[in-house]
């Protein structure tokens, strides 16, 4: 399996709704990201996950919560969003996430996103 | 940090023409250099890479040339077909640090 999947793939809210967006993959990569794509722009890094312990937030508020219960796992928990955080959630994984200056990153993959609309 | 500056942001060929792409980089310990091609309303999906210690890679139409002393590479597609029309992403890393990407190129291939 070279996948990495999403669920939902479509999703519209409201701004008092609580709702998750899932991603696994089944390569045995041990990082997994979190991006955020808004139209014609792209994605936005919002959380790495390395070893199922998180090690990248890139300043994200916190109606956008990241939790990675194991492995192959990764949920992003969404509370009390804004119509502006209507976007493409894309999920990626990768073998590793890179150790040091002398080890290059190693390739990340993608999965094919949830469409998410705040009403 | 890294900065990762694209162009041109839009190009259309005719088909059978060939097309660049061109990206620079910031960050002199970069050493990792993917191309995405992204469909519309699909998910970015790598096409070619390219890693420091080498300075170009081919596969099939594609090619991507990385000049290490002038921080820049290229993505180059000869022989286009329509269904190369897309969105293509360029980004940059090192071992340390996230993918930066840059800004996207729309490519339209005429036929």
């Known amino acids: 399996d070279t996948e990495v999947t999403q669920t939902p793939k479509h999703l519209v809210m409201g701004m008092t709704n609580k709702k998750s967006l899932k991603c696994e993959q089944h390569m045995g990569h041990r990082a997994m990201y979190w991006y955020k794509q808004k139209a014609k722009k792209p994605p936005e890094l919002m959380f790495v996950?390395?070893?199922?312990?998180?090690?990248i937030n890139e300043s994200v508020p916190s109606r956008f919560s990241p939790e990675c219960p194991n492995s192959s796992l990764l949920n992003l928990h969404l509370h009390a969003l804004q119509p502006e955080d209507s976007a493409l959630y894309l999920c990626a994984s990768s073998r590793g996430p890179g150790q040091g200056a002398s080890r290059s990153t190693d390739t990340q993959y993608f999965g094919p996103g949830t469409r998410l609309t705040v009403l | 940090g890294e900065n990762v500056e694209q162009h041109p942001s839009t190009l259309s060929v005719q088909e059978g023409d060939s097309a660049v792409i061109k990206c620079t980089y910031s960050d002199s310990a970069s050493n990792y250099f993917p191309w995405y091609k992204q469909e519309l309303g699909k998910r970015p999906q790598l096409i070619i890479d390219i890693r420091s210690n080498v300075g170009e890679k081919k596969d099939q139409r594609i090619a991507v040339t990385l000049n290490k002393t002038a921080k820049h590479f290229s993505l180059h597609i000869t022989e286009t077909q329509p269904e190369d029309s897309a969105v293509y992403f360029c980004a940059g890393s090192s071992g340390n640090t996230p993918l930066v990407f840059g800004k996207g190129t729309r490519l339209s291939v005429i036929a």
């Open positions: 996950y390395s070893y199922e312990k998180l090690s």
